[in-house]
């Protein structure tokens, strides 16, 4: 069953942006940290954003002052804008609930974003 449901996700070319978004379909994780990670074919899967519950938000340094992490608990939504994108930044990017330890428990199916140059 699908927990977190990703959006939003494109190809732009170079200094353009996109709006990823990530509904917690069953509502279950308001009370947990959530986030954004991105993987591309030739690398691991690593840490964009994430928005815990009583942490400022945190970025990756290659993503800081271009990205930003927002989280609507009304909704259950929470959204990664990012701007100025670069080829970098061309990835799948994956939505992700609760850690425990380094990793989180929960994931969504990922959301493509290419940025060409």
């Known amino acids: 069953q699908v927990l977190l449901e990703e959006s939003g996700g494109g190809s732009v070319q170079s200094g353009g942006s996109l709006t990823l978004s990530c509904v917690d379909v069953?509502?279950?994780?308001?009370?947990?940290?959530m986030g954004w990670y991105r993987q591309t074919l030739d690398k691991e899967r690593v840490l964009v954003s994430w928005i815990s519950v009583f942490d400022p938000p945190m970025y990756d340094d290659s993503v800081k002052g271009r990205f930003t992490i927002s989280r609507d608990n009304a909704k259950n939504v929470i959204y990664l804008q990012m701007n100025d994108l670069k080829p970098d930044d061309t990835a799948v990017y994956y939505c992700?609930?609760?850690?425990?330890?380094?990793?989180?428990?929960?994931w969504g199916q990922g959301t493509q974003v290419t940025v060409s140059s």
């Open positions: 992700a609930a609760c850690k425990q330890g380094t990793l989180p428990n929960y």
């Open positions: 069953q509502s279950r994780f308001s009370r947990c940290g």
